[in-house]
């Protein structure tokens, strides 16, 4: 299973200069890909292929006065922007033919410089390494400063420079994990649990156990509404807005890191203590169109299930979802019997069969559990195969590792 780990980088002035040159390079490069096939598909000419883009695009560019400049950066850094532009142009096309779940992806799109994400791709074929001292040494860029967080558990297969919106540089490596590893790291358990997510409680365990919800939007609302007040204010295209606009996006980077930080500690704790875990299919897009929007949003409860999938299928869990027409909250969970639909402001309930009394979202988990499959047994469920996305984050302690390169 691939993995990506990610690190805060600290480039010095000159190397970021260095980066901002790579950034705009790979940019360009990517947006004259995009521009060839639209003028072969408007000319009605077969798409050019990569190779042919490559000699076009990059080596004969490189002699020519208008884009000589693209010879200030690596090479390796210029192909896989290349190669970026044709995985859009076939994520696109096999959305059209309907090969591709998930929602529909549109034709490639010219990139901006004003763009709040900037990334650039270094494969093993770039010579990137990392120094005895701990940096990142990147081609024609330098020796990087990383805040390491751990150590990499293998060497890295490729390493992707990030700048997202709030100015920060990340190092995101790309890991192929252990499976041995992983196995003795998180050792089988007969236990097993249902969870039933919400709002007044972010999780609520079968067994009894509920989680609070943080609402880190909620409690940082205050600061960023005065940080986007401040920001409408300032002129546009001026240096006090550009200043502004970092304010309002480190306010709302905080807020996603703290929420990422607490998905990952709680989604490692469920799979460290469970060998099975049952979860609803929740309809989280049309929640998110309702009057809880903002409260659906700042849960988070995709990016949650999305961290319970693949640290399941890494460490040998068994993780189901029921379906989202399941009536978790309208079922006995002693006996059985659909007691019918409740509004949300009744969180306790008597079942008029059996006369048991029913915490809402306690019922729920315990129902959630059941139709999972999961009341019986867990120890030896099977793991349902399937390919799992390399993650970005994951929790760790702060510090640099007592080795610095990839053991």
């Not at 980088?9 to 096939?37: H, I, K, S, T, W």
Request: charged share 25%; hydrophobic share 40%.
């Amino acid at each position: 299973m691939q993995l990506r780990y990610a690190f805060r980088l600290y480039p010095e002035p000159g190397q970021r200069l260095a980066l901002a040159r790579a950034f705009g390079c790979a940019r360009v490069v990517y947006n004259d890909a995009v521009r060839a096939r639209e003028d072969a598909r408007r000319a009605g000419e077969p798409f050019p292929t990569a190779g042919v883009l490559s000699q076009k695009l990059i080596t004969q560019a490189k002699r020519t006065p208008g884009r000589s400049w693209l010879g200030g950066v690596s090479a390796v850094v210029l192909q896989q922007s290349l190669r970026d532009a044709e995985v859009a142009y076939k994520n696109f096309f096999a959305s059209l033919k309907g090969e591709r779940k998930g929602a529909k992806s549109g034709a490639p799109r010219f990139k901006s410089r004003k763009d709040s994400r900037q990334s650039i791709r270094f494969t093993a074929n770039a010579r990137w390494s990392i120094t005895g001292s701990g940096r990142l040494n990147l081609p024609k860029i330098g020796a990087v400063k990383v805040k390491w967080s751990r150590t990499l558990p293998a060497q890295p297969s490729s390493v992707t420079v990030i700048k997202d919106a709030a100015g920060r540089y990340f190092a995101s490596f790309v890991i192929d994990t252990d499976p041995a590893a992983d196995a003795a790291r998180m050792p089988d358990t007969d236990q097993s649990v249902g969870i039933d997510l919400g709002l007044t409680h972010f999780a609520v365990l079968s067994d009894g156990t509920k989680i609070d919800s943080p609402r880190f939007l909620r409690r940082a609302e205050k600061r960023l509404k005065r940080a986007q007040r401040e920001l409408s204010r300032k002129q546009k295209g001026s240096k006090n807005r550009e200043k502004a606009r970092l304010k309002v996006a480190r306010a709302h980077a905080k807020v996603a890191d703290a929420r990422h930080e607490f998905h990952h500690q709680l989604s490692t704790r469920l799979i460290r203590e469970n060998q099975a875990i049952g979860v609803e299919d929740l309809a989280v897009k049309g929640l998110a169109r309702t009057r809880l929007a903002k409260s659906v949003h700042d849960a988070g409860w995709s990016a949650f299930v999305h961290m319970l999938e693949y640290k399941a299928a890494r460490y040998g869990r068994t993780l189901v979802r029921i379906g989202r027409f399941e009536p978790t909250s309208q079922t006995c969970s002693a006996c059985g019997v659909k007691d019918g639909p409740k509004p949300l402001s009744v969180r306790e309930w008597t079942c008029a069969a059996c006369g048991a009394v029913h915490d809402r979202d306690h019922n729920a988990a315990i129902n959630v559990k059941t139709a999972a499959g999961l009341a019986v047994t867990a120890c030896g469920a099977p793991v349902r195969p399937g390919l799992v996305p390399a993650q970005r984050e994951e929790t760790g302690s702060h510090g640099f590792p007592p080795q610095p390169c990839a053991a």
